[in-house]
């Protein structure tokens, strides 16, 4: 099984970035499949997750109406559309397949 995220980096507050996540191994489309991030020094904070299917999906607080989580099970990806980032956004950003399977992170930093 693997998880492997990439698409993270240095970000100026107000811009954007899109994380994806290839997973292998496991079958995909059967999982739901969420973004976790960790700030430096604070524990794991949830920050979406879209169900098998894609139909539903759900959102912090702290990020509603500025990412989007989306998948696409042809390609076995996930994907964390990031907009109108935040100094406080900056973490190290996991994709998770129903909390089972964990990938390495990838690390987003948002600041001028």
């Known amino acids: 099984v693997q998880l492997v995220e990439s698409g993270g980096g240095l970000v100026q507050p107000g811009g954007s970035l899109r994380l994806s996540c290839a997973a292998s191994?496991?079958?995909?489309?059967?999982?739901?499949m969420r973004w976790v991030r960790q700030a430096p020094g604070k524990g794991l904070e949830w920050v979406a997750s879209?169900?098998?299917?894609?139909?539903?999906?759900l959102y912090a607080e702290s990020v509603k109406g500025r990412f989007t989580i989306s998948r696409d099970d042809a390609n076995n990806m996930l994907y964390l559309q990031m907009n109108s980032l935040k100094p406080e956004d900056t973490a190290l950003y996991y994709c998770?397949?129903?909390?089972?399977?964990w990938g390495q992170g990838t690390q987003v930093t948002v600041s001028s």
């Open positions: 998770a397949a129903s909390a089972k399977y």
């Open positions: 191994g496991f079958t995909f489309s059967s999982y739901s």
């Open positions: 879209i169900n098998s299917g894609g139909k539903n999906t």
